[in-house]
């Protein structure tokens, strides 16, 4: 989809590329052949389907930023790490750390992983990472988000119900639903996400890529 100057592409699962001025990967975990290479790369955390050394070597050029947890940096080269609430500006992409994590379940412990909010050419983002829906979503209304990225794959994140009820709470512009269909136990139904959100009114339009 193209908001103003953006493109977004939903490559897989988590992984985005979004390019404004900038190329500015997310957990280039799923990537189709002959991607661009990237300015910037955030990173959510080291698990296997958000963190790929080799998918990321293959986007790196020179000047690529890779933005990202304590963890990654251990496991890839050349990482500049971002602290929980921290803000950076990368290749002219300004990336706050946000919370994500599961309150009651051992996958994400607390600030293993982050979401990342984050403008491309004055369009501003939300990734939530492998997240439940937790109650720092709340403070997201305020950043006045245009497009969130939520989890919907139940089992590691949020479902579909619960991923609905966040973007009632954020509000932003659109929505994109991700991680769901490609690894095991993240099974879901997109069109399900759509008629929850429609459902509840609140001129959030719910667009479903790939
Ligand atoms: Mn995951």
Redesign the pocket.
Known sequence: MRIKTVDVEWLGH?SFLIKGKENVYIDPFVLRSGAPKADVILVTHD?Y??CDAQKIESLRKEGTVIISTPSVARKIRGVETIALGETKTAAGVRVKAVPAYNPSKKFHPKNTGFGFVFEVDGTKFYHAG?TDFIPEMSALEKERIDVALLPIGGT??MDAREAAAAAALIKPRYVIPM?YGT?PNTEADATEFKKLVDAKDLSIEVRLLG
């Open positions: 988590a698990h389907d958000h492998d590691y994140t991680h690894i």
